[in-house]
């Protein structure tokens, strides 16, 4: 049953790279010989720019929150995880419409210093590759801030005490002792962030920054090329492939620290002026990455929300909850079944279903359409091939072409994050209570729902939780793959956002971002109960 699964969820990347592989075509040669280089080396740049923002913005975060005593730490703690329930391009767009030449910013300044036109005086360009990169990093940043927090919070003591008996201070020891203990945590947020940017078609389109997944939207969408547009996917998946396979390997040789909690960490006292420059780093990372976006969106939903909108809201919220809902449920029944056979089952092969399963997250939303496209159009024109021939009703296309290929997509897309939370849940079981019932003469079957399901349950909860708000935030796979006259909240808003009428959207931003709140809160309120 496992491999089924993890051979179901792999069937349509397999599908795609090798018809995209495979394929051959003029559009395909000409795009290679004029733009796709260009396009090539923007989301390698794209790629590199976000990952170091992010790395410096998140490592400090996790240090100051970890090792000093920053006043308000307590509230810092969960406030620097909030920019995570923010769309990357519900900020591109709020801090454009604040910064741009038109916006209330630069208005102001011109106002203040008589300036009259853009040749008298010098402002940043929102629009442009550094600009999406600081979009992306501010709301991609959490992640880093997380792991390498968790792992510095994790470390074992007796090492600083160690180093601090050699005669190193608290920073050196720090520098020389807890920073690279803390590089596994460091590479594995490194490799999150940058699969979460090479994903990202919404803010890079909006910026007018030319990518690899903005070449398929546009290939497949503007030339009609299916095949090259596959073709292209291909690339990018080679190259979110090599990344996960670089990454991998270059953490293997790294021994890892006992993740055991040591509440004794010795806190470094901050001076006044220490603590003057930790708070206004958090501090403006908290406000520029959730707090100012989400004030913008309450302020446009005051003044512009109306009955119409609303009633609209209601049918793709109605969408929205609905995929969400699907995809949260199997997603989590999925990495149920993969995680307990993996602790149950004694054959040597018995991890490989569940890490199969999981690399559908380091496959972008529009390359996962063109999977689902490759995979699912055959099997239709099949169905419909054979109906002719016995006679039927042609039945359409009633999996490409219908909210199934959303959900399958989506499901292989966050099945890893369903799979690494119950994995987490599984392993703090101890391995005694999977033979106690056998011993009482209790068969399997019913030793899982009375034992390990009650000892899973917070885990289901939380992987239930964030692929339901992953799934109602997804953009473009939904873009790409929804039926006729199907919108969801993230589609509504884009097309609102692409029109630059975002306003009348604002009380729909308003409800993604909630939703993306609820883990945060859950998540925050679990951890202060340990």
């Avoid at 394929?23 to 796709?36: C, E, G, R």
């Avoid at 009375?450 to 339901?468: E, G, N, T």
Wanted: contains cysteine.
């Amino acid at each position: 049953m496992s491999w089924i699964l993890a051979l179901v969820l792999m069937t349509p990347v397999l599908v795609m790279l090798y018809s995209g592989i495979g394929s051959s075509s003029d559009l395909f040669s000409h795009l290679w010989q004029t733009v796709l280089p260009t396009y090539l080396t923007n989301t390698l740049l794209l790629a590199i720019l976000v990952v170091a923002l992010s790395l410096c913005f998140g490592v400090p975060a996790a240090a100051i929150i970890s090792q000093t005593n920053v006043y308000g730490k307590k509230y810092l703690r969960w406030l620097l995880m909030l920019p995570l329930a923010m769309p990357a391009y519900l900020v591109a767009y709020l801090y454009t419409d604040l910064f741009d030449y038109a916006g209330p910013v630069q208005r102001f300044l011109r106002a203040s210093f008589d300036w009259h036109s853009p040749g008298d005086y010098w402002f940043f360009d929102i629009r442009s590759l550094f600009g999406a990169s600081m979009m992306i990093a501010l709301v991609l940043f959490p992640y880093v801030y997380m792991l390498v927090r968790t792992s510095f919070e994790c470390q074992n003591q007796q090492l600083i005490r160690a180093s601090r008996s050699l005669g190193f201070g608290l920073t050196q020891s720090f520098l020389r002792v807890s920073l690279p203990l803390a590089r596994p945590a460091i590479a594995v947020s490194a490799s999150l962030v940058l699969m979460e940017t090479l994903a990202d078609f919404a803010t890079v389109q909006y910026f007018a920054v030319n990518t690899l997944t903005t070449a398929i939207y546009d290939t497949w969408l503007e030339y009609g090329d299916l095949s090259t547009a596959n073709a292209i996917a291909s690339i990018l998946m080679l190259l979110i492939l090599f990344t996960v396979v670089a990454e991998q390997r270059a953490r293997a040789g790294q021994r890892h620290q006992s993740n055991r909690l040591n509440n004794q960490i010795k806190e470094k006292k901050l001076s006044f002026i220490e603590q003057c420059v930790a708070l206004s780093f958090c501090w403006t990372l908290v406000v520029a990455g959730f707090i100012l976006p989400f004030l913008l969106l309450i302020v446009m939903a005051l003044d512009y929300a109306t009955v119409a909108q609303f009633n609209t809201l209601l049918s793709s919220g109605f969408n929205s909850l609905q995929v969400a809902f699907y995809v949260a449920s199997i997603a989590t029944i999925f990495a149920l079944i993969l995680a307990l056979f993996k602790r149950l089952h004694f054959s040597r092969w018995r991890q490989h279903p569940l890490r199969i399963s999981g690399f559908g997250y380091a496959i972008p939303g529009t390359v996962l359409a063109m999977a689902m496209l490759a995979t699912l159009g055959p099997i239709d024109h099949g169905l419909n091939d054979f109906a002719e021939l016995v006679g039927l009703q042609s039945p359409g296309l009633i999996l490409s072409g219908s909210i199934f290929a959303i959900i399958f997509a989506l499901v292989v897309r966050f099945a890893a994050i369903a799979n690494g939370t119950i994995s987490s849940g599984i392993e703090q079981i101890p391995a005694s209570l999977d033979l106690a019932p056998a011993s009482l003469g209790v068969k399997l079957s019913q030793s899982l729902p009375k034992v390990h399901l009650p000892l899973l349950k917070s885990s289901i909860v939380v992987a239930w939780l964030l692929v339901f708000v992953e799934a109602m935030k997804e953009l473009p796979t939904v873009l790409l793959l929804r039926p006729f006259n199907f919108e969801t909240l993230s589609t509504q808003i884009y097309q609102l956002i692409s029109d630059e009428r975002l306003e009348q959207g604002a009380l729909g931003a308003l409800l993604i971002v909630l939703f993306g709140l609820i883990p945060i809160v859950y998540l925050n309120q679990k951890e202060s109960n340990v």
